[in-house]
C-alpha cells in the first residue's frame, strides 16, 4: 500500500506543481511568483513524502525517527531546487530550460541524503556507489524529457497533454530514483522490540529491473511525444496557415508520389489579378481574407484526383492527373469564372479576376521544376497578354522566357563590362531652323546578341531594379558630355534623360541629379528629366516633392507622351513641368481631323499653363507642316534626325539634312 501510495503522491505532486507553474494567469509579476513558490512547496513536499513512505515500505517492521531539523531541510532543499527548475523554465530559453532540470535533480539528491541521516536510531548506513549514482541519474533523465514534452508542445495541438505527460514522466522518475536509492543501502545491527533484525538489503537486481521498466515507460512516453512533435511540425513546415492548403514545400514529395503512380498529367498555375491594387487600398487584412475566399472557391472546382497548393502571395498550383488539353481549357476557364464573382468582404465589394498557365506531362518536361518552369512560363504569357485568360505552354513561350532569363543574367554584368552607350536625337526648333536641344537614349551592345532593344531590357531592369544604377551611370556620362559641347562652343542647349518609376520608388533621384552635376560641372538648366504621366501618378506625393526638389536645381521637367495616360489633365497644374511632349501616336495619326483636334488642345494647354510643347515621332514634311501651323514649333522625329552616336552629333552632317528639309518644306 505505502509503495502504490507513494507513486500517487509522485504523480500528483509533479501535476500539481507543473499546473501552478506554467498555468495561464494574467496576474501580476508578484503573483506570478507566489504562483512558482506554491508549485515549488507542492513538488518539494510531494517528493520529501515518497521519500519518507519509500523508507517506511523498506523498513515495514521499524519505526523510524527523525531529526526536525535535518527534515525541514530536506523539505527546504526539496522546494528551492523546485523553484529554481520552474523559474528557470519559465525563461524559456535553450539554456536555461537545460539547466533546470539539473537543479531539480541535484536538489532531490541532496534531500534524499539529508533523508537518510536523520534517521533514528543510529542505522548505520552504507550505500552501493553503482546502484546509487544510476539512481540519481534516473531523476536527473526524467526532469530532462519532462521539461521537454512540457515546453516543447505547450502552445501546440498537443498542449492538452502536455502538462499529464510532463507529470507521468516527473512523477514516474521521482519514484523511481527513490526506490532504486532502496537498492543501493546496506542496513546492519537493526534491533526491534521482538528481535534483532539483520538487513542485508534487498536484491539490488529486483530494484534496477523494475526502475528499468520505469525508465523504458518514462523514454516510451517521451518517444511518443517526439514522434508527435515531429508530425506536428511537418504540419506545420507543410500546411499553408492562412488558406489551410498545402505550401511549396510540400510539392516535391507530391510529385513523387504521382510521377510513381502515374498520376501526373498537368500543372496550373493560377495568379490572381490586379491583387497587389487590393493589397495597397484597402490593406492587407481584407487581402488575405480575399485569398481565403479564393482558394475555397478553386477547392470547390477541384476533383479528388487533384492536388491544389498556395505557392507564393496570391499564385496556386493544381496538380492533377488529367493531360487532354481541351477537358483541362474548360475545367481551368470554369475556374477561372468562379474566382471573377464578385466577393462581398466586411462590407466591401470586390472584383478580382485570374490567369493560367498549364504545362503537360511529360510533353513540357518529366520533372516537378521543368513543369513548374513551364506553367509559370505560360502564366506570364496570359498576364503580359491581357490578364484572366488561360495559357498553354509551347515551345514559343519557352524561348521567350529563356531569352528573358538570359537577357537578365546578362542585364547584371553589362554596366560592369562597359557595354552601355548613349545615342542623342536632336529636338528642333523649326521657327529659329536650329537645334533646341537632345533627348539621350540608352543602348546595349551585347557581346553576343548584338544590339538589345530598349523595349525588351529596360522592362527586365525596371523589374529587377537594375534601372537604378543604369540611371545614374546614365546620368553623369550625359552631364560630363554637355559640359564638354558647352567647353568646346558645338552645342548650348538642354540634353534631357528618360526617368523610371523605379528611380523615384528608391527616393535616390536628387542624390543622382546632384552627384552628376557637380562632378560634371554642368548648370541644372542644361539638364532635364523626362517622366510619364503614370510615373507622375504613381505615387503622386512622394513624385512631386522629389521633382520639385530637383527644379529648385535649375532642372527641367518634361511629361513624355502626354495624352496617352488617363488621369494627370485633371492635376496638370499640379505637376512641376516645364514641357509637355505630344505622343507620337497622334503625330502619326494627324491626317486624322480627330487627331488634329486633339493636338490643337494639347497645344492650347500647353499655353495657357505657360509650358512649352515638344511634338514627338515627326517624320514627314505633311506632319511638321502641320505642327507649325497650330503653333509648335518645337519638334522631334526622324524628319530632323535619327538618334546619334556623340561623334556622329558633333560632326554636325544630320544639321544640315535638318535644315535642307526644313527648306524644303518651306518651298
Partial sequence: MLIVLSLAVALLSAYLGFDLAVGKSRSAKGAKRLRLAAAAVVLGTGTSLVHVMSLLSYHHRITPHYAPALVVSAVACASLSAYIMFALFARQSPLSSRLAGGVFGLGVTIMSTLGLFALRPGLFVAVDPFVGFFSVAILFIAAYFALYVLGNFRGSAASGMSKPGAALILGSGIFAMQYTLLGALRVDGVRSDAAVLDYAGLPSSYFVAGVSALVALILAITWIFMVFERRTLKQIAFLDPLTGLRNRYALPEEFERRAADLRLGSMVLINLDRFKVINDTLGRDLGDLLLTHAAKRIRTRIQEREALFRMDGDEFLLV?????????????????????????????????????????FPDHGSDRSSLLKAADAALYQAKSSGKDKTVFFNAGIGGQLSRKMELE???????????????????????????????????????????VSPGEFIPIAEETGLIVPMTRWMLGEVCRLNRRWHDEGLFRVCVSVNMSYRVFESMTLLDMVEDALRSSGLEGAMLELEITESIAMKNMAITLSQLQRVRDLGVKVSMDDFGTGHSSLGRLDEIPVDTLKIDQSFVKSSDRVSKQALIVGIIGIARLLDLEVVAEGVETVEQAEFLLSRGCVLMQGYYYGRPMLPEEVEAGAWKLAAVTNQAASAD
Fill in 320 to 360: 492533377g492527373s488529367d493531360s487532354d488539353p481541351n477537358v483541362l481549357l474548360q475545367r481551368v476557364d470554369r475556374m477561372l469564372e468562379e474566382i471573377s464573382r464578385p466577393y462581398m468582404i466586411e462590407g466591401n465589394e470586390l472584383y478580382v479576376t485570374a490567369s493560367a498557365g498549364i504545362s503537360l
Fill in 409 to 451: 543574367k546578362d542585364l547584371r554584368l553589362a554596366l560592369e563590362h562597359r557595354q552601355f552607350f548613349i545615342v542623342y536625337q536632336p529636338k528642333w526648333d523649326a521657327k529659329l531652323g536650329r537645334e533646341a536641344g537632345f533627348e539621350a537614349l540608352l543602348r546595349w551592345q551585347h557581346p553576343d546578341k548584338g544590339i
